[in-house]
């Protein structure tokens, strides 16, 4: 288990980690989201071992988790860490960056090994070419085989899909959470896909200011989000008055946070708003319209024409 115990962490002045606590369970798979600068990759480098804390402990399975003052060489090798950069060897071939870590002492099972990975991330076609004429997106899939060459206990994955298309995205991720299921590898991806987090994650923790708010089961957090601002990491979100959309009898208004497919246009509702923009979604329209002078979102089959008038309801 890893145990993250009041820790505190600070670059230069203003602390960037803040007495942030959780644990994780062996072999879970957790997503964590956040606004842009609110500490994720921090998060991710301190669990490594590439800093040292201002305050608290991380632990795992009771043995800590030591920065660069007691480690010669910060970060731990039973933990692995995917970077935003990726850190490949340019001038080398896909097969010998992959392989970059394993042993020498037995070539065949090296071979084999890296054939294994490269089939993982699709990217087998390329084995014999140099790193530094890849995409974006293909040297992402050599770091991410890279990482997991030997075999780590935990793996640390910054924004692992952000260059890969969404085609290849879904097999991959599919094919990379799936090996890490089976081999019981505990993984933490920071990302800003909240379908690293629906789709594939056991838990997310959702992070803001340098501060843990919510943490737990990612379906319940998307149905039942605490705020605005972590059901807003999920996609569009409205707030609105329970009274804004139904008739109440007596004051027992409440405040929803409704996600745009919760919307539907009815013939008698009582919310009226304006059509200002239908975004195609493929499967449905996404409906930007006005009401009482702010931006609410809806879902709906057809494309709507601007300036008409829609009466709304909860789905
Ligand atoms: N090496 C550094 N030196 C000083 N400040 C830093 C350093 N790295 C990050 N920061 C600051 O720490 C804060 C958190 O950054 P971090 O990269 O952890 O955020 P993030 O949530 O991962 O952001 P993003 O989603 O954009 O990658 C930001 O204010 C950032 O400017």
Redesign the pocket.
């Known amino acids: 288990m890893l145990e993250i115990k009041n820790i505190s962490f600070t670059?230069?002045e203003n602390p960037?980690i803040k007495n942030v606590s959780f644990t994780i369970a062996k072999g879970q798979n957790i997503a964590v989201i956040?606004?842009?600068?609110?500490?994720?990759?921090?998060?991710l480098k301190l669990i490594y071992g590439l800093y040292d804390l201002d305050h608290g402990i991380i632990l795992n399975d009771e043995k800590p988790i030591l920065g660069p003052k007691h480690n010669l060489v910060p970060g731990e090798d039973y933990i692995k860490y995917l970077a935003?950069d990726f850190d490949l060897m340019p001038y080398t071939t896909v097969e010998e960056n992959v392989g970059k870590f394993l042993s020498n002492t037995n070539s065949s099972a090296k071979q084999a090994r890296v054939q294994e990975l490269l089939e993982l991330l699709e990217m087998t076609e390329f084995a014999k070419v140099k790193a530094k004429t890849l995409s974006g997106g293909q040297q992402q899939r050599v770091a991410l085989a890279r990482v997991l060459a030997v075999e780590p206990e935990i793996i640390l994955l910054?924004?692992p899909f952000s260059q890969i298309d969404t085609f290849r995205k879904n097999s991959l991720r599919r094919n990379l959470f799936r090996y890490l299921k089976e081999k019981g590898i505990t993984c933490i991806t920071?990302t800003?896909d909240s379908t690293d987090a629906l789709s594939f994650s056991d838990e997310t923790i959702v992070?803001k200011n340098?501060d843990v708010i919510a943490k737990g089961n990612s379906k319940t957090l998307y149905e039942n989000p605490a705020n605005k601002y972590v059901a807003s990491l999920f996609g569009e979100v409205n707030e609105l008055k329970l009274s804004q959309l139904i008739e109440l009898e007596g004051d027992h208004d409440e405040l929803l946070l409704l996600y745009p497919h919760q919307l539907k246009v009815v013939d008698n509702g009582k919310m009226k708003a304006v059509v200002k923009q239908s975004y195609f979604k493929g499967s449905h329209y996404l409906i930007k319209a006005a009401f009482e002078r702010r931006a609410i979102f809806f879902e709906h089959d057809s494309e709507l024409e601007v300036n008409q008038e829609v009466t709304l309801m909860l789905a």
């Open positions: 670059y230069i960037v956040g606004e842009s600068g609110c500490g994720k990759s921090t998060l935003q910054d924004e920071a800003h992070m340098g």
